[in-house]
């Protein structure tokens, strides 16, 4: 079983190696086994669709592939800059995820 990634559904994040290196996206997907997740507007490849009923004209089709994690560093909505994050006890027993630059928590956007 994959362990809890640093990033989540939603979040805000910069990428940090690669061909799309300081490019901004939100994470639209994530696959915690594979630790890997989609970032919007990041890592497109090209597909070749064959022509048929649902695409009739086929043709190439341009689609965001996963990035792995550690590639990526969230940014943080409150200093609105890349941060590492620390995962500590808020209010009660709830855990969040703190940023190290300004120390102020960062709530979970999809939490279920």
Known sequence: MG????VRKNDKVIVLSGD??????????????????????????QRHIRR????????????EAPIDVSKLMLVCPHCNKPARTATTRLAGKDRGRVC????QAIGSPDKK
């Open 52 to 63: 048929s009923q649902q695409h009739p004209k086929g043709g190439i089709v341009e689609k």
């Open 3 to 6: 362990s809890a990634l640093h």
């Open 100 to 103: 190290k630059r300004c120390k």
């Open 20 to 45: 799309d290196k300081d490019k901004e996206g939100r994470i639209l997907k994530s696959y915690p086994r594979e630790r890997r997740v989609i970032v919007e507007g990041v890592n497109y490849i």
